[in-house]
């Protein structure tokens, strides 16, 4: 098991930013590559960004490219989305996941451990 734990959403108007983190306890992440992912209302979730286990590659939806920012900091066992100019169509239930395939995956059946998930809802 990969105890994940998201935090740092919130209610933040369009235009604005936040930080998600993502942290684990009793076991290092540096062995697993890390995704982000999220759910709006009705909708499947779906990929947000992802970060190979040493942070040297990263890939993201391209709805997000250029404004959602994936790092890793694996002396402290964290992962973060640095969320910038959000819309309102970036509402979700914001969802980190863990998998210890090495390469840049964005299907959620591909990661087997994840975390409850934080909400994140932008306003106009």
């Known amino acids: 098991q990969v105890p994940l734990v998201e935090s740092g959403g919130g209610l933040v108007q369009a235009g604005g930013s936040l930080r998600l983190s993502c942290a684990a306890s009793?076991?290092?992440?540096?062995?697993?590559?890390m995704g982000w992912f999220r759910q709006a209302g009705g909708k499947e979730r779906e990929f947000v960004a992802v970060?190979?286990?040493?942070?040297?590659?990263?890939y993201y939806a391209d709805s997000v490219k250029g404004r959602f920012t994936i790092s890793r900091d694996n002396a402290k066992n964290t992962i973060y989305l640095q969320m910038t100019s959000l819309k309102i169509e970036d509402t979700a239930v914001y969802y980190c996941a863990a998998t210890y395939t090495p390469n840049l995956l964005t299907t959620p059946r591909n990661y087997a451990y994840w975390g409850q998930g934080t909400q994140v809802t932008v306003s106009s």
């Open positions: 970060i190979s286990r040493r942070g040297g590659d990263t």
């Open positions: 009793g076991r290092t992440l540096s062995s697993y590559a």
